[in-house]
């Protein structure tokens, strides 16, 4: 994939990783830009007449919006918004999170209601293609009036302030733009509007967490088809029939996926012993299902997301309308990240579980899946550290939708918290990867207790690309290691 056109053609989370992983070079397609250079013309010539108000483009913001501003002002008035909203506070955002803020910025900006120029949406796009990152923090948007201070932020670097990273250094922006001999832009009216009003931020967030989302609950699936296989489990919890009159998608789909992970194996096939199995194995189908039903609704919400216009106001040259709103309000992200944080959190949850039974000493297993238990406290301690970071999960999980506080003089009675709700999820997609790195290094040294039996053809080749990383244990050793390498190897699976 060499080059990247934005344009109105719907794009797809699946689009996004495609983008990302290939690094191509994204442009601006013609479509676009006659739509932004159509849409600036319109607000150009409508503000000329000097004979009507718009909020935020000729009036001051928030509860200032009764405040009119003259046309010399007009473009101090944006530059003093970006500068005076960049109040965020906390961590750094991660670099690949604000490459995507860029990205997913234009493509906002590229259907033509927002007013912004043209050189302003391709500096956001050069940006992205140079690597030159802005610094923005994870703290300070409320997800209501768009997210304004991570977003401004983002947009300091166009107008020479604030800082960035360029090429592995930390620098003023100013420093940047004269590296790569660009001048910084004059905002021109709306435009700072049009660059903070926005849900970029947990847009961002939600790509990233859907992206890495899809990739674990396939990978959840797989390591808990090996543990299964290590406590020598039924196969008739996942029979088609019993799942289909559940009538659940995401249930149906994941017991064929079991069926067919555990194909030909001979420890599947053989006489058990006991009669039913404890629900985290045998429940797997209906609780990693309903979690796949939650990454499929919210990947449609997001895409729909990012697919939008959520500045404001928004501008219609084609109806002579400028219509200020609140597509900004970013309560779909809020509750679907929410929801996004709850299953996932629920397949590290079962997946802990798994673990648990597995140190037990049952089924024929050795007590901490060590030869010598006792002298040995084989794999106690692993058990523990998922179980901490699956009760953490569990605290992230409180949901950020339901929280709302009155800002701007009671201009934004009622806010989102989408940002939080979407930095909040970010934190459980990575440790649901620590929890299930745990539970494959489990799981992989239990099946080694069923040999001479073997697993099935797809299962038996996952182990042994994952013992080429991560060896069988003998005797107790340094652990934090091998969980390091076990949670590394799962990003690939």
């Given at each position: 994939?060499?080059?990247?056109l934005?344009?109105?053609?719907?794009?797809?989370?699946?689009?996004?990783?495609?983008?990302v992983?290939?690094?191509?070079?994204?442009?601006?397609?013609?479509?676009?830009?006659?739509?932004?250079?159509d849409c600036?013309?319109?607000?150009?010539?409508k503000?000329?007449s000097?004979?009507?108000v718009?909020?935020?483009?000729?009036?001051?913001?928030?509860?200032?919006?009764?405040t009119?501003?003259?046309?010399?002002?007009?473009?101090?008035?944006?530059?003093?918004l970006?500068?005076?909203?960049?109040?965020?506070?906390?961590?750094?955002?991660p670099?690949e999170?604000?490459?995507?803020?860029?990205?997913?910025?234009v493509?906002?900006?590229?259907?033509?209601?927002?007013?912004?120029?043209?050189?302003?949406?391709?500096?956001?796009?050069?940006?992205?293609?140079?690597?030159?990152?802005?610094v923005?923090?994870?703290?300070?948007?409320?997800?209501?009036?768009?997210?304004l201070?991570?977003?401004?932020?983002?947009?300091?670097?166009l107008?020479?302030?604030g800082?960035?990273?360029?090429?592995?250094?930390?620098?003023?922006?100013?420093?940047?733009?004269?590296?790569?001999?660009?001048?910084?832009?004059?905002?021109?009216?709306?435009?700072?509007?049009?660059?903070?009003?926005?849900?970029?931020?947990?847009?961002?967030?939600?790509?990233?967490?859907?992206?890495?989302?899809?990739?674990?609950v396939?990978?959840?699936?797989?390591?808990?088809a090996?543990?299964?296989?290590?406590?020598?489990?039924?196969?008739?919890?996942f029979?088609?029939?019993?799942?289909e009159?559940?009538?659940?998608?995401?249930?149906?789909?994941?017991a064929?996926?079991?069926?067919?992970l555990?194909?030909?194996?001979?420890?599947?096939?053989?006489?058990?012993?006991?009669?039913?199995?404890?629900?985290?194995?045998r429940?797997?189908?209906?609780?990693?299902?309903?979690?796949?039903?939650?990454?499929?609704?919210?990947?449609?919400?997001?895409?729909?997301?990012?697919?939008a216009?959520?500045?404001?106001?928004?501008?219609f040259?084609?109806?002579?309308?400028?219509?200020s709103?609140?597509?900004?309000?970013?309560?779909?992200?809020?509750?679907?990240l929410?929801?996004?944080?709850?299953?996932?959190?629920?397949?590290?949850?079962?997946?802990?579980?798994?673990?648990?039974?597995?140190?037990?000493?049952n089924?024929?297993?050795?007590?901490?899946?060590?030869?010598?238990?006792?002298?040995?406290?084989?794999?106690?301690?692993?058990q523990?550290a998922?179980?901490s970071?699956?009760?953490q999960?569990k605290?992230?999980?409180?949901?950020?939708?339901?929280?709302?506080?009155?800002?701007?003089?009671?201009?934004?009675?009622?806010?989102?918290?989408?940002?939080?709700?979407a930095?909040?999820?970010y934190?459980v997609?990575?440790?649901?990867?620590?929890?299930?790195?745990?539970?494959?290094f489990?799981?992989?040294?239990?099946?080694?207790?069923r040999?001479p039996?073997?697993?099935?053809?797809?299962?038996?080749?996952l182990?042994?690309d994952?013992r080429?990383?991560?060896p069988f244990?003998?005797?107790?050793?340094?652990?934090q290691?091998?969980?390091?390498?076990?949670?590394?190897?799962?990003?690939?699976?």
């Amino acid at each position: 994939m060499s080059e990247h056109l934005i344009s109105s053609k719907h794009l797809t989370i699946a689009q996004i990783k495609q983008i990302v992983d290939s690094k191509c070079e994204v442009k601006l397609s013609e479509e676009s830009r006659k739509k932004i250079a159509d849409c600036r013309a319109y607000l150009d010539n409508k503000l000329a007449s000097g004979q009507e108000v718009f909020y935020g483009i000729n009036t001051g913001f928030g509860s200032l919006c009764n405040t009119v501003i003259s046309n010399e002002d007009l473009s101090k008035l944006q530059s003093n918004l970006v500068k005076s909203h960049a109040c965020g506070v906390g961590e750094e955002v991660p670099a690949e999170i604000v490459k995507l803020m860029l990205l997913l910025k234009v493509q906002g900006l590229s259907y033509g209601h927002s007013g912004c120029q043209l050189a302003t949406a391709e500096r956001l796009l050069y940006f992205y293609n140079n690597e030159l990152i802005p610094v923005v923090y994870q703290q300070g948007s409320l997800g209501a009036s768009g997210d304004l201070a991570p977003l401004a932020h983002m947009s300091l670097a166009l107008i020479g302030e604030g800082e960035v990273n360029f090429k592995g250094e930390r620098m003023m922006a100013k420093e940047a733009l004269q590296k790569c001999g660009l001048e910084p832009l004059t905002l021109q009216s709306k435009e700072g509007l049009a660059l903070l009003n926005g849900t970029q931020f947990m847009s961002a967030y939600a790509v990233w967490s859907l992206i890495k989302s899809h990739q674990l609950v396939a990978a959840a699936d797989k390591i808990a088809a090996v543990s299964l296989e290590g406590f020598d489990c039924r196969i008739s919890p996942f029979s088609a029939n019993v799942n289909e009159i559940r009538n659940q998608v995401g249930q149906i789909n994941t017991a064929k996926v079991f069926r067919e992970l555990l194909e030909g194996s001979e420890i599947i096939a053989q006489k058990k012993v006991h009669v039913q199995d404890p629900y985290s194995f045998r429940c797997i189908p209906q609780v990693h299902g309903a979690s796949k039903d939650v990454v499929d609704h919210v990947t449609a919400v997001v895409e729909r997301e990012i697919n939008a216009v959520t500045d404001n106001p928004t501008i219609f040259p084609e109806t002579d309308e400028i219509i200020s709103a609140g597509n900004f309000h970013g309560q779909p992200l809020a509750i679907s990240l929410d929801m996004l944080a709850i299953a996932l959190a629920e397949l590290g949850n079962i997946s802990e579980r798994r673990t648990y039974q597995l140190i037990g000493g049952n089924r024929n297993l050795p007590a901490f899946l060590v030869a010598n238990p006792g002298i040995n406290s084989g794999f106690m301690i692993p058990q523990y550290a998922a179980a901490s970071v699956v009760s953490q999960n569990k605290q992230l999980c409180s949901p950020a939708s339901v929280d709302s506080i009155e800002s701007s003089n009671g201009q934004e009675d009622h806010v989102s918290m989408g940002a939080n709700a979407a930095t909040k999820c970010y934190r459980v997609v990575e440790n649901l990867e620590k929890i299930l790195g745990i539970e494959l290094f489990n799981g992989a040294q239990a099946l080694e207790f069923r040999r001479p039996l073997k697993s099935s053809t797809v299962l038996e080749q996952l182990v042994a690309d994952y013992r080429k990383t991560v060896p069988f244990v003998q005797e107790d050793k340094l652990m934090q290691p091998e969980i390091n390498k076990s949670i590394s190897f799962i990003k690939t699976i």
